[in-house]
């Protein structure tokens, strides 16, 4: 309670309770997190378990439609797995492969940035035109060519294992670059202060000062490049499942769960597609309005 | 009592703390990789061979114009730029040629620097404690914590504040207090040297003297040596010994302090002294200051403060002075060495 009060009080909590459409994106986030997270306990049904599965019930509508039950909310898809349990078993693929990614991301561009940066020179010049060649690739492009080579190298049972694992790399190492390069700027900066110098002065390892100096004083940027990283982690999993090379059908994603509906749009099934992309906006939208939010009240320049 | 004493005794009585001799600092500034190819290399020649010598326990002040390399001086001494040549002899041992971070610890713990900014050098996200402890940890001078944390409370009574005051952060401290943890934190190591890059320009008049005070205290307090860099006149003529007046990268008068005060020579010093606002006092005749400081990348050919000097000769324009001793101090001028005193 005490913190929920000290929050309420900082300048952090006042600029968000005064943002009603900060407060709504938070709350759509939270409730998506949750219902993710938690979706073991809280799924009406499981949709991967087959024995309970009933075919009968295949492309049920949504409860308020004609011929709709209330036990499958948001209707069935063509096997009769209940869509809104999909969508909460989707979305928590979905945040992982995003979390994951980021994380990964994170892990290769703060340090590559802060080595840059910090130590400048030839060992600057390297990382960043190698960063810039890297740019140069849409992420897409990468995530399927990454993809491309672990299918063509692994058999096929060993691949839909490890599926997961290869998008989180293709993502992540597709997004690497913006951290790297947000990083590099602020070490710029940072490392021609004078607090740096006395480090530098007492003879304290350079490690040290970049751990331990530099590494708090850039931290509030990447958490807002990494809030809208993950929306855009999100985005191009969902892309990828969609186009078929993300994770495997037996393990929906939002996007895998877009692209099997679409198949079912223009025949009138259209809730098994319009759940999952309207739960795949809401979240992605919410969580960048919160990326932004972060952006601007950490910014002192802007308050 | 922390750290036994590394020299011999003899050595240390007769060896002057630091020797600066003919050190140069020379900044690449040519633009592209072509224009190096092709050998169109641009230089700032920052520190253009500059001796100093400064004894145990005595303060060495550098005067000069905003952009004459004091800084620099300041900055290699210390080893924080790498000197392009020459050398920098800290108790007898050379360390400007000094690599990697091993072989530099033993020296880096004996010299300490206190920076401009108070506000740019604590970081914004240590307490105050931790900052002071730095130094102490990273050559790890103290077992434990406990000791530690007792060492941080003397520091921070020693330069005048309470030991609670070490889990509050920098931002909760005015600018005068702000410099007093900096020099905790240069006092945490036991160090023999500290170099003072104009410690007091960014601080309240009246604020200046109380760290000027401190400084002095600690001073006679501790035996420390000080190389004190400002543009500040008055601030030096508090401080220090010996001083010496930069220009364009060279020291152009060098001498004891009072002499200098009392009796500069140098045409340079002297615009200098008079430029000196004084409230009150009896009227002196001031020599204006005239013209600018000269672009360092192309400096002027031979004397570099010929073309603001009032009694150029030929001379000055073609060859750079030598330092020569007149009347008690070294001076790098044509005309005072020829005449022994300026024309009136």
């Given at each position: 309670m005490s913190i929920l009060r000290r929050f309420a009080n900082s300048d952090l909590g006042y600029s968000f309770l005064h943002s009603r459409v900060v407060v709504a994106a938070a709350i759509v986030v939270a409730v998506v997190v949750v219902a993710a997270v938690g979706a073991d306990a809280l799924a009406p049904h499981n949709p991967f378990d087959l024995a309970s599965l009933e075919l009968f019930d295949a492309l049920t509508p949504p409860a308020w439609e004609a011929g709709g039950q209330w036990i499958y909310p948001l209707g069935t898809d063509d096997q009769g797995r209940d869509v809104l349990s999909a969508i909460m078993y989707g979305t928590r693929v979905s945040l992982m492969v995003g979390f994951a990614s980021v994380a990964l991301s994170m892990a290769i561009g703060i340090p590559l940035g802060m080595i840059s940066g910090y130590f400048g020179g030839m060992l600057d010049s390297v990382i960043m035109r190698f960063a810039e060649i890297q740019l140069t690739f849409p992420a897409i492009l990468i995530a399927l060519l990454i993809d491309g080579i672990v299918r063509t190298a692994l058999p096929r049972d060993i691949h839909s294992d490890i599926a997961v694992f290869v998008l989180i790399a293709a993502i992540g190492f597709s997004n690497w670059v913006q951290y790297a390069r947000t990083v590099r700027g602020m070490t710029l900066v940072e490392r021609s202060k004078e607090y740096v110098q006395a480090a530098q002065v007492t003879g304290v390892h350079p490690l040290l000062i970049m751990l331990r100096h530099i590494l708090p004083n850039v931290a509030s940027p990447v958490l807002v490049i990494a809030t809208i990283g993950l929306a855009l982690a999100i985005v191009t999993e969902a892309t990828l499942s969609f186009l078929g090379v993300g994770v495997p059908p037996t393990q929906p994603s939002l996007g895998t769960l877009i692209r099997i509906g679409n198949d079912f749009l223009f025949s009138g099934e259209w809730w098994i597609a319009t759940f999952p992309s309207v739960t795949l906006v809401a979240l992605v939208i919410s969580v960048n309005l919160l990326g932004d939010w972060l952006r601007d009240v950490l910014n002192p320049r802007l308050n | 009592m922390m750290v036994a004493q590394t020299q011999r005794p003899d050595r240390a009585a007769s060896t002057p703390q630091l020797v600066v001799k003919d050190l140069r600092k020379q900044f690449d500034?040519?633009?592209s990789v072509a224009g190096r190819l092709l050998g169109h290399q641009q230089y700032l020649k920052a520190i253009d061979g500059l001796d100093i010598e400064i004894a145990r326990g005595t303060t060495f002040s550098l005067v000069g114009e905003s952009g004459c390399g004091k800084s620099t001086v300041a900055r290699c001494i210390v080893g924080i730029y790498k000197p392009t040549s020459g050398q920098v002899l800290f108790d007898g041992v050379d360390i400007a040629q000094m690599r990697g971070r091993k072989v530099m610890l033993p020296v880096r713990r004996r010299m300490q620097m206190i920076f401009q900014d108070p506000y740019a050098s604590?970081?914004?996200?240590?307490?105050v404690s931790q900052i002071i402890a730095e130094p102490i940890r990273t050559h790890g001078l103290l077992p434990d914590r406990q000791a530690v944390q007792k060492r941080v409370d003397e520091l921070l009574v020693q330069v005048g504040?309470?030991?609670?005051?070490?889990?509050?952060?920098?931002?909760?401290?005015?600018g005068g207090q702000r410099q007093r943890i900096s020099i905790a934190r240069a006092l945490a190591s036991s160090p023999d040297l500290i170099v003072c890059d104009?410690?007091?320009?960014?601080?309240d008049v009246s604020v200046q003297a109380q760290i000027l005070n401190l400084l002095r205290d600690l001073q006679e307090e501790l035996g420390l040596t000080y190389l004190l860099i400002s543009h500040n006149l008055a601030v030096v003529a508090h401080m220090s010994t010996r001083l010496g007046v930069m220009y364009l990268g060279r020291l152009v008068e060098t001498g004891d302090s009072q002499l200098l005060f009392g009796q500069p020579l140098h045409p340079y010093t002297r615009m200098l002294l008079s430029a000196v606002p004084d409230v009150g006092g009896a009227a002196v005749k001031r020599v204006a200051i005239a013209g600018d400081v000269p672009n360092p990348i192309s400096p002027p050919s031979g004397c570099s403060f010929h073309p603001r000097c009032?009694?150029?000769?030929?001379k000055c324009r073609m060859v750079p002075p030598v330092p020569s001793m007149v009347q008690g101090r070294l001076v790098a001028c044509h005309v005072l060495a020829e005449h022994g005193e300026l024309p009136a």
């Amino acid at each position: 309670m005490s913190i929920l009060r000290r929050f309420a009080n900082s300048d952090l909590g006042y600029s968000f309770l005064h943002s009603r459409v900060v407060v709504a994106a938070a709350i759509v986030v939270a409730v998506v997190v949750v219902a993710a997270v938690g979706a073991d306990a809280l799924a009406p049904h499981n949709p991967f378990d087959l024995a309970s599965l009933e075919l009968f019930d295949a492309l049920t509508p949504p409860a308020w439609e004609a011929g709709g039950q209330w036990i499958y909310p948001l209707g069935t898809d063509d096997q009769g797995r209940d869509v809104l349990s999909a969508i909460m078993y989707g979305t928590r693929v979905s945040l992982m492969v995003g979390f994951a990614s980021v994380a990964l991301s994170m892990a290769i561009g703060i340090p590559l940035g802060m080595i840059s940066g910090y130590f400048g020179g030839m060992l600057d010049s390297v990382i960043m035109r190698f960063a810039e060649i890297q740019l140069t690739f849409p992420a897409i492009l990468i995530a399927l060519l990454i993809d491309g080579i672990v299918r063509t190298a692994l058999p096929r049972d060993i691949h839909s294992d490890i599926a997961v694992f290869v998008l989180i790399a293709a993502i992540g190492f597709s997004n690497w670059v913006q951290y790297a390069r947000t990083v590099r700027g602020m070490t710029l900066v940072e490392r021609s202060k004078e607090y740096v110098q006395a480090a530098q002065v007492t003879g304290v390892h350079p490690l040290l000062i970049m751990l331990r100096h530099i590494l708090p004083n850039v931290a509030s940027p990447v958490l807002v490049i990494a809030t809208i990283g993950l929306a855009l982690a999100i985005v191009t999993e969902a892309t990828l499942s969609f186009l078929g090379v993300g994770v495997p059908p037996t393990q929906p994603s939002l996007g895998t769960l877009i692209r099997i509906g679409n198949d079912f749009l223009f025949s009138g099934e259209w809730w098994i597609a319009t759940f999952p992309s309207v739960t795949l906006v809401a979240l992605v939208i919410s969580v960048n309005l919160l990326g932004d939010w972060l952006r601007d009240v950490l910014n002192p320049r802007l308050n | 009592m922390m750290v036994a004493q590394t020299q011999r005794p003899d050595r240390a009585a007769s060896t002057p703390q630091l020797v600066v001799k003919d050190l140069r600092k020379q900044f690449d500034l040519t633009r592209s990789v072509a224009g190096r190819l092709l050998g169109h290399q641009q230089y700032l020649k920052a520190i253009d061979g500059l001796d100093i010598e400064i004894a145990r326990g005595t303060t060495f002040s550098l005067v000069g114009e905003s952009g004459c390399g004091k800084s620099t001086v300041a900055r290699c001494i210390v080893g924080i730029y790498k000197p392009t040549s020459g050398q920098v002899l800290f108790d007898g041992v050379d360390i400007a040629q000094m690599r990697g971070r091993k072989v530099m610890l033993p020296v880096r713990r004996r010299m300490q620097m206190i920076f401009q900014d108070p506000y740019a050098s604590l970081n914004p996200r240590w307490r105050v404690s931790q900052i002071i402890a730095e130094p102490i940890r990273t050559h790890g001078l103290l077992p434990d914590r406990q000791a530690v944390q007792k060492r941080v409370d003397e520091l921070l009574v020693q330069v005048g504040l309470a030991p609670g005051d070490g889990r509050k952060y920098p931002h909760e401290f005015s600018g005068g207090q702000r410099q007093r943890i900096s020099i905790a934190r240069a006092l945490a190591s036991s160090p023999d040297l500290i170099v003072c890059d104009e410690p007091t320009s960014a601080l309240d008049v009246s604020v200046q003297a109380q760290i000027l005070n401190l400084l002095r205290d600690l001073q006679e307090e501790l035996g420390l040596t000080y190389l004190l860099i400002s543009h500040n006149l008055a601030v030096v003529a508090h401080m220090s010994t010996r001083l010496g007046v930069m220009y364009l990268g060279r020291l152009v008068e060098t001498g004891d302090s009072q002499l200098l005060f009392g009796q500069p020579l140098h045409p340079y010093t002297r615009m200098l002294l008079s430029a000196v606002p004084d409230v009150g006092g009896a009227a002196v005749k001031r020599v204006a200051i005239a013209g600018d400081v000269p672009n360092p990348i192309s400096p002027p050919s031979g004397c570099s403060f010929h073309p603001r000097c009032p009694f150029v000769q030929d001379k000055c324009r073609m060859v750079p002075p030598v330092p020569s001793m007149v009347q008690g101090r070294l001076v790098a001028c044509h005309v005072l060495a020829e005449h022994g005193e300026l024309p009136a």
